[in-house]
């Protein structure tokens, strides 16, 4: 069985890096996946670890009731010190593939490349996958992971790592017309006045900034972005439409109203070209995944989801964490094996890796992350 011969035109290195910018880039919230603690969602490369690994992740504690202690006081025995933390996420193997039957006739009848094209669909496959992941597990999305192909098994959603349902500290429901809040995700469901809008997006900011307000135990770092330190609001396009709708809970219109006045191109504005903008420091962004109809995140009733609801997040710095396994680390996180044998060109493309939202287990909250619910048209 022939092999890849190292530097030549069949060689990994390029087909595999063409892959890895499809399934790494393609997705936007993978812009904010990085190694640095302020990143959205922190990597961890663990090049020691096998599939079915399960890694530990430590977190320091801040102590807000400690005080100075004055010269005097008593130190030897009465020292102060650090508390910790943990979460730890499951790193699982996983796998997609490809195949051009035929492959040097074909591509003499084609003015495109067969193989490329297959490797792109894998690349895109990939991005789609991982997407899901981020996704299932950020929106705290119980529900429908269950019904995941494979047996029922929460596999090929959940980032190999089961799904959490979130504390009610970080959940934030839309408000109604009358300004009052519902109660659960049903209330939600029920109440076509429920949308997203600005004011929703004025209430994550106060959850996440102040303990007063239900984080009690950590208050939600900005993360990362292009555009500086901010916050991110991943919605869907229904969500994005609410958001800028003439609802007068709205200030979208009147702040590009605002914007325009003072000589900004019309062209290149969010109201001419919307597929996300800048609000009191928090990135809004239109991620289409959310709105996905194989499988729907929705508000929820216990673990069953909840018709006419659908689901947005506001993300800080660490509110999801990758871990990358052996043989996929330093930002090769996909592994790449082609060979062919006659007229047949086969590939496959795979990783060892899980995702997870930050839960350190000893307090069960979700560390950096809110889950916000509001009204679909759709049921």
């Known amino acids: 069985m022939p092999g890849v011969v190292p530097g030549g035109r069949d060689d990994l290195v390029t087909r595999q890096a063409g892959l890895i910018l499809a399934a790494e880039l393609e997705r936007p919230l993978m812009m904010f ?49 650090a508390s910790y933390e943990y979460d730890q996420i499951r790193i699982d193997g996983h796998k997609f593939d490809g195949k051009v039957p035929n492959a040097v006739i074909d591509q003499n009848v084609v003015n495109w490349s067969l193989v490329d094209g297959e490797i792109d669909r894998v ?114 396009p229904e969500g994005l439409s609410q958001i800028t709708s003439n609802d007068p809970r709205n200030l979208f219109i009147p702040l590009q109203e605002a914007t325009l006045a003072g000589g900004a191109d019309y062209d290149e504005s969010a109201v001419a070209n919307l597929t996300g903008f800048i609000y009191k420091g928090v990135v809004i962004l239109e991620i289409n995944g959310l709105d996905d109809p194989e499988y729907p995140i929705k508000g929820l009733n216990s673990t069953t989801a909840v018709a006419n609801t659908k689901v947005s997040l506001f993300l800080g710095a660490c509110s999801g964490q990758w871990m990358f396994g052996k043989g996929f680390t330093d930002g090769d996180h996909i592994g790449f094996v082609e060979e062919k044998i006659k007229r047949m060109y086969m590939f496959d493309a795979d990783t060892n890796a899980g995702f997870k939202r930050t839960i350190p287990i000893d307090t069960a909250q979700t560390f950096g992350s809110l889950r916000v619910v509001s009204y679909s048209e759709v049921a």
Request: charged residues 25%.
């Open 33 to 81: 996946a990085g190694t640095e603690p302020d990143d959205a969602f922190l990597i961890h490369e663990r090049a020691d670890s096998d599939r079915g690994t399960v890694s530990r992740v430590e977190f320091r504690v801040p102590d807000y009731t400690s005080t100075p202690k004055p010269l005097d006081g008593t130190l030897i025995g009465d020292e102060a010190q």
């Open 123 to 236: 690349g895109e496959l990939w991005a789609i996958n991982w997407e899901r992941w981020m996704l299932h597990q950020m929106a705290g999305n119980v529900a429908v992971t269950a019904t995941a192909p494979g047996s029922g098994s929460t596999f090929p959603l959940s980032g190999s790592n089961s799904v959490t349902a979130y504390d009610s500290a970080h959940i934030v429901r839309a408000r109604k017309s009358d300004d009052t809040v519902p109660a659960t995700d049903t209330l939600v469901g029920a109440d076509s006045t429920c949308l997203e809008t600005t004011e929703t997006i004025d209430r994550c900011l106060l959850v996440a900034r102040s303990r007063k307000y239900g984080v009690n135990k950590y208050p939600i770092a900005r993360c990362r972005t292009p555009w500086g330190k901010k916050y991110i609001y991943a919605t869907g």
